[in-house]
């Protein structure tokens, strides 16, 4: 199917993708049209292992290289200077590439068979919640994709940290499923993604992963849902008392942040299904995991509601 310049989704580690061959232009102008992605977005490059990375970047340091051999395959998304061969639709225009070593069996099988790069952003329409399993991927996109390989949910349930190595000093862009912490005791000290004139990774939008119920982060203390509104729950563990709530999603009993990632978009999702009037969510600590679940969250309480996303 991607041979002949079709759209695939596929499982990996962080969160479904939706693939085409990085070297087909037309492929990838595709994927941009189903997800409604704006041009200005960069697409990641998936490779079967670290050895094809200089087919794709022009200049690899030595950092990239401990990392990879450190973190792949697994949720590192590496941006480096890229090579003349990568079409410009890719990386949006960029002078750089992200690329990542994906560690699902099913992915790593895919990219094996397909014998080169594959680009591929999270399977869902722009700006909504990113898929943690196929059925996800169907809801979103299922008409306008040519196959969805299923392999279960998603392991780790947030998408890849981008760290870019373009610049003078490492620079995280997005944080992800490896932590800053895991980073930096290789990395050394890591510089946090500014605000560019255009946004470098859409992790930057203030607004992204929008459900078409508002949310918004729980205010220091607050136990109670607001007076008078048929609000949703989401909290971290068990802790926090939910009465009054409509509905209470618990991303891990026992306040396990790897649990508690590999929860966070479908509990998003069945709360969003309810048809409630607010979705409250409760803050987590920002270290480790809990710095991308936050960072998704706040995005998620910034978007403006869109009706009729998916
Ligand atoms: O875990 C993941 O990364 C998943 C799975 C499918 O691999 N993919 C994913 O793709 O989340 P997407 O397109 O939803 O997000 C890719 C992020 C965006 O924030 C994009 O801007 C950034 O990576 N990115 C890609 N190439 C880049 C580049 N050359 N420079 C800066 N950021 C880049
Ligand atoms: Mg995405």
Not at 123 to 151: E, K, W
Request: with cysteine.
């Amino acid at each position: 199917m991607l041979n002949r310049g079709g759209l695939v989704a596929f499982p990996t580690e962080t969160v479904y993708g939706l693939g085409a061959l990085a070297r087909d232009g037309r492929a990838v102008a595709g994927l941009f049209a189903v997800k409604a992605r704006p041009s200005f977005d960069p697409v990641i490059v998936h490779i079967a292992s670290a050895s094809a990375l200089a087919d794709l970047a022009s200049e690899v340091p030595p950092l990239a290289r401990v990392l990879a051999e450190r973190f792949w395959p697994g949720p590192l998304t590496l941006v480096l200077p890229k090579r003349a061969e990568v079409p410009d639709i890719v990386t949006a225009g960029l002078p750089t590439v992200g690329v990542r070593v994906p560690r699902h069996p099913v992915a790593l099988a895919l990219l094996e068979a397909a014998g080169q790069p594959v680009a591929a952003p999270s399977a869902n329409p722009f700006g909504s919640i990113s898929p943690t399993t196929a059925q996800h991927v169907l809801d979103g996109l299922g008409d306008r994709i040519d196959l969805i390989l299923d392999g279960g949910p998603c392991e780790v349930g947030v998408e890849s940290t981008v760290l870019s190595l373009a610049g003078a000093r490492p620079r995280l862009l997005r944080p992800g499923g490896i932590t800053r912490e895991e980073l930096e005791t290789i990395a050394g000290p890591v510089d946090l993604g500014e605000p560019a004139p255009r946004p470098e990774a859409p992790g930057q939008l203030a607004s992204h992963y929008a459900t078409r119920t508002a949310i918004r982060l729980a205010a220091p203390g607050e136990t109670a849902p607001p007076p008078g509104l048929r609000a949703g729950l989401l909290r971290l563990a068990a802790v926090t008392p939910g009465d009054g709530y409509a509905a209470v999603e618990t991303l891990s009993a026992a306040g396990d942040l790897r649990e508690a990632a590999a929860n966070l978009f479908a509990a998003l999702r069945r709360l969003d299904a309810l048809g409630l009037e607010l979705i409250v969510a409760e803050s987590l600590p920002e270290a480790g995991l809990g710095a991308a679940i936050m960072d998704r969250l706040r995005r998620a309480a910034t978007s403006e509601r869109v009706t009729g996303l998916t």
